[in-house]
């Protein structure tokens, strides 16, 4: 069972209509979508599905429970910007990490600010958004990092793991502040700087 089928599952009672909670889901997504998190309101939720509200409260208690729903059920698009593998691992983090930073100004962005509030008031949701969104990103960069001590661009001794944090937390900051991307190179520089062969 997926994770999203978890999330979803009933407590009780009869089981869900398939077609209404397609309906919600969908008119989550698209409200999500013009509004941001914060905007969205259960009762805006109710409004463009027709669903009852009744209905929608006992299926999703919660706001994040919704919305955490649709992103991981996949009716949002959100773009997984892979890492590029050519032939110097620098311009691969620059591009990459500029391309991150302009999608924090779309639904990827979105989702990760949703994710850290969800996180702050339902750990569990935030721990499957986090595993869904964080996780192959993550993947990709050690991969791309391996790759760069093996062809001797990253000292062998270099800390992967706490790399990776760091690149991590440039993305954060982008999402969570919004602030123009004209510094990464600098950033990469500096860790370039640190970890070079």
Known sequence: MSASEVLSSPKRGRPRD???REKIL?????????????????????TGSGVAKRTLYRWWPTKSAVVAD?????????????????????????AWL????AAMRGPYGEVLRTSTAISATDPALGAQLSEAFGRPA????????????NAGQIS???????TIDLLMAIIVYVGATRQ???RIPAVIAVL????SG
């Open 18 to 20: 398939p077609d209404i």
């Open 26 to 46: 969908t008119v989550a997504a698209a409200l999500f979508t013009e509004r941001g998190y914060d905007a969205l309101t259960m009762e805006a939720i109710v």
């Open 70 to 94: 649709a992103i991981l059920g996949g009716y949002l698009n959100v773009p997984r910007n892979p890492v590029p593998h050519t032939s110097d691992v620098w311009a691969d983090l620059e």
């Open 98 to 101: 500029g391309l991150v930073s």
């Open 138 to 149: 993550l993947t990709d960069i050690h991969a791309r990092l391996v790759e760069a001590v």
């Open 156 to 162: 062998e001794s270099a800390d992967l793991p706490a």
């Open 180 to 182: 123009d991307v004209a």
């Open 192 to 195: 370039r700087s640190g970890i």
